[in-house]
């Protein structure tokens, strides 16, 4: 079992910064890649950023140049700097983590943690 837990949302102004934190724990032999989804009310949910173990990493076109993922690899933790934040930014934002629970390829999990609400007031 791998859990994650997120910490670091709330309310901002547009214009403002937030960073969200998310730890995960439990059994990880190795990570491959861990995330930032949000969903909005109405909405699907949707990718915002991943940052593989390799270092490389993918944004959403929408925040781009606004948000930045890192992650401490040794204590397997991921943030995501959230900059210039715009009332369509609200959301739920959830962490993923992919990886793998031993070092047998059946191992593979994949972990959501329970979210963390995010506001934006214009």
């Known amino acids: 079992q791998v859990q994650l837990v997120e910490s670091g949302g709330g309310l901002v102004q547009a214009g403002g910064s937030l960073r969200l934190s998310c730890a995960a724990s439990?059994?990880?032999?190795?990570?491959?890649?861990m995330s930032w989804y949000r969903q909005a009310p109405g909405k699907q949910r949707e990718l915002v950023a991943t940052?593989?173990?390799?270092?490389?990493?993918e944004y959403a076109d929408s925040v781009k140049g606004r948000f930045t993922i890192s992650r401490d690899n040794a204590k397997n933790l991921v943030y995501l700097q959230m900059t210039s934040l715009a009332p369509e930014d609200t959301a739920v934002y959830y962490c993923?983590?992919?990886?793998?629970?031993?070092?047998?390829?059946?191992?593979?999990?994949?972990?959501w943690g329970q979210g963390t609400q995010v506001t934006v007031s214009s």
């Open positions: 993923n983590a992919r990886g793998y629970s031993t070092h047998y390829s059946n191992s593979l999990f994949d972990a």
């Open positions: 439990g059994s990880i032999f190795s990570m491959v890649a």
């Open positions: 940052r593989t173990s390799g270092h490389s990493t």
